[in-house]
């Protein structure tokens, strides 16, 4: 089945210490979203791709980067995580003529 | 930029029904609405394209006034599989979306 996959599914990383989450499609859509989703929180951009073209939220952290290398994959890295970067990172695609996202079950990312 | 929704949390028991209401400071051009389950992620629900248009999905229906920048979510005959957080949300200029501020629905047998 075609769908929107993302590894890990938990990741636990120390105060300060890099790391990366990744996110796969199989849908060949152009757009690509990848949400931060605290606690009882709604979910919150930090970026989105259209096709390669990058758009960063202004209220972003400079702390959260994010690579598109194809049009399958996508890779959200925190340089330096604090405690406050603890949360539910979710993937999104959607098709340019549609306008349901599809979400992939997210990374729970646990900083230490 | 973020719609605000209201209740915050709900309770109901089965077969009893509720409202859910979105509304923006900024004009709404269209509304999407979501359902995120508990440890899930969000499923895509419906989305309202133009002001007045209302739209169902099995006993999930949703209305779109545009002029009041509202939009509301109507559950009727409630089901225990609809609990979970209902999300609306509204996208900008250049693919930008931003979900709303949430209403938790818990159904009770």
């Known amino acids: 089945d075609a769908m929107v996959i993302q590894n890990p599914r938990y990741q636990v990383t120390q105060f300060g210490k890099p790391v990366t989450l990744s996110c796969s499609q199989t849908l060949n859509h152009n757009v690509m979203y990848w949400y931060q989703q605290k606690s009882s929180q709604a979910p919150k951009l930090l970026f989105h791709y259209y096709d390669k073209d990058f758009n960063n939220e202004a209220d972003t952290p400079d702390n959260f980067q994010s690579r598109r290398p194809n049009t399958s994959f996508c890779f959200l890295d925190i340089r330096s995580p604090g405690l406050g970067d603890a949360a539910m990172y979710l993937c999104a695609t959607r098709k340019t003529s549609a306008y349901e996202q599809y979400f992939g079950p997210g990374t729970r990312l646990t900083v230490t | ?109």
């Open chain 2, 1 to 109: 930029q973020q719609p605000v929704q209201s209740p915050q949390a709900v309770i109901l028991r089965e077969g009893e029904d509720a409202v859910i209401n979105c509304s923006s400071s900024k004009a709404l051009y269209s509304v999407h609405w979501y359902r995120q389950k508990h440890g899930e992620a969000p499923v895509f629900l419906m989305i309202l394209l133009k002001g007045g248009e209302q739209k169902g999905h099995e006993k999930i229906s949703a209305s779109f006034n545009e002029k009041k920048q509202q939009s509301s979510l109507y559950l009727t005959a409630s089901q225990l599989s609809y609990s979970g957080t209902y999300f609306c949300g509204t996208d900008r200029t250049g693919n930008q979306f931003y979900f709303g501020t949430g209403t938790s629905l818990t159904v009770i047998p």
